[in-house]
Nanobody, 122 residues
Framework: QVQLVESGGGLVQPGGSLRLSCVAS????????MGWFRQTPGKQRELVAV???????VYADFVKGRFTISRDNAKNTVFLQMNGLKPEDTAVYYC????????????????WGQGTQVTVSS
């Protein structure tokens, strides 16, 4: 249906930066929201940031002032600029997208990527 592929994860020192990217592909008519979630072993997946097609954003309290989410609607791509990274940011980061597929009479989609590892350590 709709596939998401994340990239940009890696190892970074505390205080460093990373930029994650996620590209959606498939029989997409429109995407209403795209966002980032993260998960560590033993913890439930948690919201990091979400952006709508109109550009409105929602951030988790623990990333406000450090992370910025943006998207390129024409390319079905969402980005997460992560600055001032902390060790507690270490997690697998997952991309999520919700929207409408083609043909339009089908149910809307809610898709997840496979995740990209972010490790913050000295």
């Amino acid at each position: 249906q709709v596939q998401l592929v994340e990239s940009g994860g890696g190892l970074v020192q505390p205080g460093g930066s990373l930029r994650l990217s996620c590209v959606a592909s498939g029989t997409i008519f429109s995407i209403s929201t795209m966002g980032w979630f993260r998960q560590t072993p033993g913890k439930q997946r948690e919201l990091v940031a979400v952006i709508t097609s109109a550009g409105s954003t929602v951030y988790a309290d623990f990333v406000k002032g450090r992370f910025t989410i943006s998207r390129d609607n024409a390319k079905n791509t969402v980005f997460l600029q992560m600055n001032g990274l902390k060790p507690e940011d270490t997690a697998v980061y997952y991309c999520n997208a919700k929207g409408i597929v083609q043909p339009k009479f089908l149910p809307g989609f809610d898709s997840w990527g496979q995740g990209t590892q972010v490790t913050v350590s000295s």
